[in-house]
């Protein structure tokens, strides 16, 4: 892991339209590894050979194991928290907008996270922000993960 600091972004509520275009991220790279493939895939009961089975997935396109996306898109969340607000007294991950998978994430690879703030729109006790996150993943040409996150703070 990097030692470096990952760049987020501390506000408060009324300056959050201020920020609009601003960049969290990117986070530190992370390596995608076997064993927390593994321990998804029992969480959720997803045992599709691609995911877990390493001699098999070698046959394929892939030329071995890949991250489950649902696995990759929850790699997201800590982008999310790159963004503070300071007199929020709380924040909740509201959804997702259009979500893409447009690259595998492999076994072995290394990834990280980013988002842009897109939009700050007021709703009853807070805002809702929205952003255009992206996990990418070292020396791929597609990224892993592309999606719209939307966040609700509330004061």
């Given amino acids: 892991m990097s030692s470096l600091q990952t ?3 501390t506000t408060d ?3 959050l339209q201020k920020v609009v275009g601003s960049q969290l991220g990117p986070s530190d790279w992370t390596e995608m ?30 030329g ?17 928290q790159l963004l503070q607000v300071s007199d929020a007294s709380t924040s909740i991950n509201y ?6 998978f447009p690259g595998p ?15 700050v729109e007021p709703i009853n006790g807070g805002v809702e922000v929205h952003l255009s996150a992206k996990l990418e993943v070292e020396n791929a040409e597609r990224p892993a993960v592309v999606a719209e996150s939307i966040v609700r703070f509330y004061a």
């Fill in 33 to 62: 590894t076997q064993q927390l493939v593994n321990d998804f895939a029992d969480l959720t009961g997803d045992h599709n050979f691609i995911h877990v089975d390493v001699e098999r997935a070698k046959q394929t396109p892939f």
């Fill in 105 to 119: 994430l492999r076994v072995g690879s290394r990834f990280r996270g980013s988002a842009e703030i897109t939009s």
């Fill in 95 to 100: 959804g997702l907008g259009k979500v893409r």
């Fill in 13 to 15: 509520i009324a300056g």
């Fill in 64 to 80: 071995g194991t890949i991250a489950h996306g649902f696995l990759s898109l929850s790699l997201l969340a800590p982008v999310t």
């Fill in 7 to 9: 760049p987020g972004l």
